[in-house]
């Protein structure tokens, strides 16, 4: 069990992540943390780990002492990657002499692979780690968790770069394990099939005020019960106004009428007068308690996506594109060979396939032949946003790049309808969430008008809350849309078209009437 109290986060700007926090973890919860970008997801995650983190200040108590934590942190360490998979196993840092005992865990490695749905001579391979697929890598870090007795599972972001097979190998991993996990994740279907509790961080009125929320059940649940509590909330918010109001109202009527009467009768009859004085130093005192009590006033939520595309007239039988490629290489390996693509008016196509299929290689062939057509205005998204951002530019600057005045007016609107605050907007990109850049590239496809989007995986890190707004608006989007996803939503409601590559052949395996 892992109990936490009056935990309480702050950067070192003074910003309060979570304020007075309580939580318990019990042996075989599966606990998934949501939130948009920058809520302190991870933080709290590696809080909860007692990771050294320079950047927070943290009080409260956290008892994990009888649980041994296994951590599958976001990003696969770099350090590691001109390692083997074995000699990533074997030692505790990249830098280490392999213990001649450690060999006699090598049996134990084969059955882990074997558990994980590897080859079980996988960590034997002499393949570096950096060629390694999203989705074997993921794999690898379960690996070398479980070689030790773990009690916890801590998973951040497991699902990303992972493959749809991979997703739910995932799934059933995590459905299966017979202890406690708490995980954070952008994938609604993981979320949906996975999770039997949901704590919900969250900054609302225009991110000055931090609250949490649990939620016991299913994450399908947990939305139908927040929609109806935020029903609830406003309703009974409305219904104070208006009771506070109407007192209000009425108030005013016998202070009018007070009034009157002191100006009509004090002269002729002092002794009243000073009646009526009494009665109206009661009334002020009355209405600055009304004042003072006030009615519910409901927190601003944290709505991250609130723009839209301009509808535009298209021609529906325009070819957007029709394309043939002999054959797709990356570093003179053969990714995909006799590539056919034709899309035509607002078609919304998505490829799939596996880790290291050669996909991105071809998104991004696609946009290199389509970006210079005149009769097109490409919006492209890549799966490393910073191809196509310098880190160093602001987010207005990203956005009003012809730096007139009307531009810049109108980025400012786009953004803060997006949720940046006035600082956010003009900080450096790279201190910006990987979510706010996502948001950064939507927000210049719409200001650019463009009618033809590429995007390699656009829902990756948007928040599930934000993710379904997000398939409303590419779904509502009159252009055409040539894509890269795994997300499983996104390809149902969104996508006209599916292609699957898989050995070396790209196929359409799907095509909505």
């Known amino acids: 069990m892992l109990t936490v109290k009056n935990l309480t986060i702050t950067n070192h700007l003074g910003k309060t992540l979570l304020d007075h926090f309580d939580m318990v973890l019990n042996d075989k919860d599966k606990m998934a943390i949501i939130g948009e970008e920058g809520n302190g997801k991870s933080t709290l995650m590696k809080a909860l780990l007692g990771m050294e983190l320079s950047y927070v200040n943290i009080s409260g108590r956290i008892d994990r002492t009888h649980e041994n934590i296994g951590y599958l942190s976001q990003v696969f360490d770099p350090s590691w990657n001109q390692s083997t998979p074995y000699e990533y196993c074997l030692k505790e840092n990249v830098n280490d002499i392999i213990a001649p005992e450690k060999y006699n865990e090598l049996q134990k490695i084969k059955e882990l692979c074997i558990k994980l749905h590897l080859p079980s001579d996988f960590a034997e391979r002499e393949t570096l780690i950096q060629h390694l697929s999203g989705g074997e890598k993921v794999k690898l870090q379960l690996l070398k968790i479980l070689m030790e007795p773990v009690t916890m599972l801590f998973l951040d972001e497991p699902t990303n770069d992972l493959d749809l097979s991979t997703l739910e190998w995932l799934e059933n991993f995590m459905i299966e394990y017979e202890h406690g996990i708490l995980f954070i994740s952008h994938d609604e279907t993981l979320l949906e099939r996975c999770a039997t509790d949901i704590l919900l961080l969250e900054q609302v009125n225009k991110k000055t005020k931090v609250r949490h929320s649990f939620y016991h059940g299913s994450y399908f649940s947990f939305l139908e019960t927040r929609q109806r509590s935020i029903e609830r909330e406003e309703q009974l918010a409305h219904k104070e106004k208006q009771e506070y109001l109407e007192k209000q109202r009425k108030l005013n009527d016998i202070m009018n009428s007070v009034h009157h009467y002191q100006n009509t ?55 957007i594109c029709d394309l043939h490629y002999d054959s797709i290489h990356a570093d003179e390996r053969l990714l995909i060979q006799d590539v056919n693509l034709f899309v035509k008016g607002n078609e919304k196509v998505v490829i799939i396939g596996d880790n290291g299929c050669g996909k991105t290689t071809l998104l991004r062939k696609i946009y290199e032949d389509l970006k210079d057509r005149n009769d097109l205005k490409i919006g492209y998204m890549p799966q490393n946003y910073i191809e196509k951002i310098n880190p160093d530019d602001s987010p207005l600057s990203f956005l009003a790049f012809e730096k007139t005045s009307e531009q810049i007016t109108q980025a400012r609107t786009m953004l803060g309808r997006m949720k940046f605050t006035r600082d956010e907007m003009v900080q450096k990109i790279q201190e910006c969430s990987e979510g706010q850049k996502a948001k950064l590239f939507l927000i210049r496809f719409i200001m650019e008008k463009c009618n033809v989007l590429i995007l390699d995986e656009p829902t990756r890190n948007l928040s599930p809350l934000s993710n379904p707004i997000l398939r409303n608006i590419l779904n509502d989007f009159d252009g055409a849309i040539i894509s890269v996803s795994h997300d499983r939503k996104y390809i149902d409601e969104v996508c006209d078209k599916v292609y699957k590559i898989k050995n070396n052949q790209m196929m359409l395996i799907q095509e909505k009437k």
Do not use: C
Request: hydrophobic share 30%; proline share 4%.
């Open 265 to 319: 009768i004090t002269r002729q009859n002092p002794a009243k007068g000073r009646l009526l004085k009494k009665k109206m130093h009661s009334l002020k005192s009355m209405e600055k308690r009304y004042e003072k009590e006030g009615y519910t006033k409901l927190d601003t939520l944290e709505e991250a996506i609130d723009v839209y595309f301009d509808p535009f007239d298209w021609n529906k039988q325009k070819i």
